[in-house]
């Protein structure tokens, strides 16, 4: 039987040691091509601007002994998955995997998300997708910093990326988003969650005496734990600490009932 051909993404950019220790787990499952944001994107979400150049630098790098080509894309992350699936694979991918990314994505930020981007770009392409992130201290989502052991989020990231490949999603399934908590082992256990109905981080003013100097919106951990539903992503990793994976839809239409929300709507206008 051919081997898969697994797409491998992030949005924290081509040099981070999370993206390689997805690329070592995966290589195991099937031929991997790795096509990544040049330089580091994260919260660029599933943004497609007009600005990114789209130049593609194939480099070199060793992973498992070997010798790999790589591709270091100007652009966002969904633009990476798109110049892979229309320029840089030699056939399109079975399998899309983003991550593994600095920093879980839960709640109702994950369409911030440039790792979470990237695979509703490839999802909504028709290709089987995945997200991996692990969960880390704000002072390292912009980092490459090697004190993170991304071991745990590596055996995670193969497991879910075999699952996907082997099963067929229901309909309304379009992508996976797994968050692993920091302190996870190859033996935690996981749960199938639903997104936390609210704002994971809350966004801070920027930090400057006038309008006219450089200023960055930034962001603290605003996570509420008590109060918040059982079966949620954040509430999984932040008080049972287990492996959360979400099932994903593109589909934003509202879970209601349309003629009856119709109905409500014309009743209000009269």
Do not use: C
Not at 95 to 119: K, P, R
Not at 164 to 178: F, G
Not at 229 to 238: Q, T, W
């Amino acid at each position: 039987m051919k081997k898969p051909q697994i797409l491998l993404t992030n949005d924290d950019g081509i040099r981070s040691p999370g993206l390689w220790a997805a690329a070592r787990a995966l290589a195991s499952l099937g031929y991997v091509t790795v096509a990544a944001p040049r330089e580091q994107s994260s919260g660029a979400g599933r943004s497609l601007p007009s600005t990114s150049s789209g130049i593609i630098h194939e480099e070199k790098l060793e992973i498992n002994g070997n010798e790999w080509n790589v591709y270091a894309v100007d652009g966002t992350p969904a633009q990476a998955v798109l110049h892979a699936v229309l320029e840089i694979m030699p056939a399109k991918p079975d399998l899309i995997v983003s991550g593994i990314n600095y920093g879980e994505n839960v709640g109702l930020g994950i369409t911030i998300s440039g790792t979470v981007g990237a695979v509703m770009e490839g999802a909504s392409l028709g290709f089987r997708s995945l997200a991996v992130s692990l969960q880390a201290d704000p002072q390292y989502h912009f980092s490459y910093s090697e004190e993170l052991d991304f071991s745990s989020a590596a055996y995670f990231t193969a497991r879910f990326a075999n699952i996907v490949l082997q099963q067929k999603m229901p309909d309304d399934i379009h992508l996976l988003n797994v968050n692993i908590p920091s302190d996870a082992t190859t033996k935690t256990g996981w749960q199938v969650t639903r997104l936390a109905r609210q704002r994971y981080y809350d966004p801070t003013p920027p930090n400057r005496s006038s309008w006219s100097e450089p200023g960055i919106v930034s962001y603290v951990d605003a996570a509420i734990i008590d109060g918040e539903v059982e079966d949620s992503d954040v509430y999984v990793i932040r008080k049972k600490h287990m492996v959360s994976v979400t099932p994903i839809s593109l589909d934003m239409t509202s879970r209601v009932e349309l003629g009856k929300l119709e109905k409500q709507l014309r009743e209000s206008i009269r």
